[in-house]
Each structure stands twice: as C-alpha cells, then as structure tokens.
C-alpha cells in the first residue's frame, strides 16, 4: 500500500552531483522538522497512543487492503508498460511493486523505492528508458486520478480548504495556460526539444491513452485510492475520532495528497502536519489528527513488509546454494 508520491528523475549533468547531495538530507531534515515541531507543541501522547490503539484487527485489514492496492499498482505498471512496449508480467510486476513499497515506507525520500524498480526492470528489459518512464507515466497516472478525486470530493463535502479550492484551481489552471503560451511565443526553445517532445507524446498516446489500456488505468488508481482512504478512515477510527465519513473523508485526502511532498522521512512529516492542521481546522483536536496519521504510517509499514520478503528472498536463496 501506497500513496502516489511525486517521481522525479532526471538526467545527468555537471551540477547534478551537487544537487544530489543537497536534497538527499534536505528532504529528510524538512520531514523530522515538522515531526519535531509536533512533539514540541503537543508532546509524544499522541505519537503514543497512535501505537497504543493498534491491534489485531486493524493489522489484518490494513494488510488485506495492501494486498488489493499493491496488485492494483501493479496491474496499472504492466498495463502502461505494455502500451510502451515493454513486456511486464502480473506477477512480476506485483514481487517489485511490493518491494518499492517497503522501501518507500523504510528510506527517506519516499520515492527510493520507485526508481530502484524503475532501473531494475528497465535493465532486465534491456531498455533502462523505457523502464523508467513506465514507472514515471504509471505513478503520473495514479497522481492524476487521485487530484482529480480529491477535487471532486473537496468541492462537495466540507473542508477546512473547500473556500479557497475555486481561486485554487483557477490559479493551477492559468499557470498551465501561461506556460503553454510562453512556449508558443518562443517556439525557438520548443525546438531545442523535439525528440523529447515526440517521445512525450508517443508514451502518452500508447502508454495511457490507448482504448485497451486507459480504463483499466483508470478503475486500478480509483481502487488504489479508495484502498488508502479505507485504511486513513480505519486508523481514525481506531484513534478514536467518531466523525462521519462526510467530514473524515476530506480530511483524510488532504493528508494523503500532503504524502506528496518530497520532504519526508519514510512518508512520516507532511502528513502528520496536515492532518494536525486539519483536523483542528475542522472542529476535531489536533492530537487526534496526529494520532490517526500515526495510526496509518504504522499500517503502511506493516502492510508492506511481505516486500522485505521479496527483498531478502534472492539473498536467502543464494545463500541456500553456497556449499557447506
């Protein structure tokens, strides 16, 4: 189980080192940043009983929901990959998904995961850039469904930002507006580009838009999301909160889309300071928005620990052949 966090890769270049070596402790400094200055506002209780209130009942139906959500993502890799022309198996697809799972909730960053399955399935396909982009344009996918979602419902059920959700969105779409004019005015630097830009529209023409692939993409993100606002939902209600679905629901998407941030310690930070905040603003405590975001990182790690299976089973096995 997973949120859709941003993917990012670039390519090589002489400054890349430098700036490699800048967000691999930025990132993970913003995440402990806001974690500390929770506990330094509210204390380790809700931090406490967030673990505290975990039993066996909502482990199990956190690892049953991972479970569905994993083979979700999965199917929506294979099916992108696939469009792209690169052959994924189900099962292959889930072994690594599973694993990126685990690495994402385990190492800073949120996203070490992703690019470790995207080089390695690039490189057993013989094709690196292909690999890569699958993954990219299948996490784009679930990032775009899961806006989209979270638009819709913030617009219909109340929210702590549902006033400000109109200028919002009028603002995002008058930034993309701006861009595509500032490059039709220069059509000189679009032209720099135009293998790129050719690939780009190729990736999105067979890889998403295809008519075999995209509602298959489709109903796997909307499974996806569901599956984690199932478990946000599962571990509010084991911290204790009692509001209805029509006003957990909202808050629990606003500290699912704050999962987005790069600045994260293993998903832990922007999370809990989101759900903090909305909760608070939403007429609940803020301790018992930390308490249920805690709930939830802890359902996460636990529902992907079947990847560090996956992830120890090639040295486990390797040492099993080694002579005695």
């Known amino acids: 189980m997973r949120s859709e966090s941003t993917l990012t890769l670039q390519a090589p270049s002489r400054t890349q080192p430098g700036k490699r070596s800048f967000w691999s402790w930025a990132r993970p400094l913003g995440g402990a940043a806001i974690l500390g200055f929770l506990l330094w506002r509210l204390g380790a ?3 406490l009983r967030g673990l505290r209130v975990i039993d066996a009942g909502v482990l199990a139906a956190a690892l049953g929901i991972g479970v569905l959500t994993t083979f979700c993502c999965a ?35 949120g996203v070490v995961g992703d690019v470790h399955r995207a080089v390695r399935h690039g490189r057993d396909a013989g094709d ?30 109340p929210s702590p930002v549902r006033p400000y ?7 995002a779409v008058a930034a993309g507006l701006g861009a595509a004019l500032l490059v039709r005015a220069r059509p000189q630097r679009a032209k720099r580009l135009p293998r790129a830009l050719r690939t780009l529209k190729t990736d999105i023409r067979d890889g998403l838009l295809a008519r075999r692939n995209w509602p298959g993409i489709v109903l796997a993100s909307v499974v996806v999301v569901a599956g984690h606002l199932a478990t946000f939902v599962i571990a509010a209600r084991a911290a204790g909160s009692s509001a209805p679905l029509s006003q957990l629901v909202p808050l629990t998407l606003l ?22 905040w909305a909760f608070g603003a939403a007429g609940l405590t803020v301790a018992q928005g930390v308490a249920a975001a805690v709930v939830y990182g802890a359902l996460v790690l636990v529902s992907s620990l079947p990847g560090a299976c996956v992830l120890l089973a090639p040295q486990i096995s390797r040492l099993r052949r080694m002579p005695v």
């Open 165 to 171: 959700l109109p200028a919002a969105i009028a603002a």
């Open 75 to 109: 199917w929506r890799w294979s099916l992108v990959a696939r469009g792209l022309g690169v052959r994924l198996p189900l099962r292959t697809a889930a072994a690594h998904c599973y694993r990126s799972v685990f690495l994402n909730a385990t190492l800073p960053g």
């Open 255 to 276: 500290a699912l889309l704050a999962m987005g941030l790069p600045l994260n310690v293993g998903g832990w930070g922007p999370r809990e300071g989101v759900a903090a």
């Open 45 to 47: 209780g809700p931090f």
């Open 128 to 157: 690196v850039g292909r690999g890569i982009r699958a993954v990219v344009w299948e996490r784009s996918a679930g990032q775009v469904v899961q806006a989209a979602l979270a638009i819709i419902v913030l617009l219909v059920c």
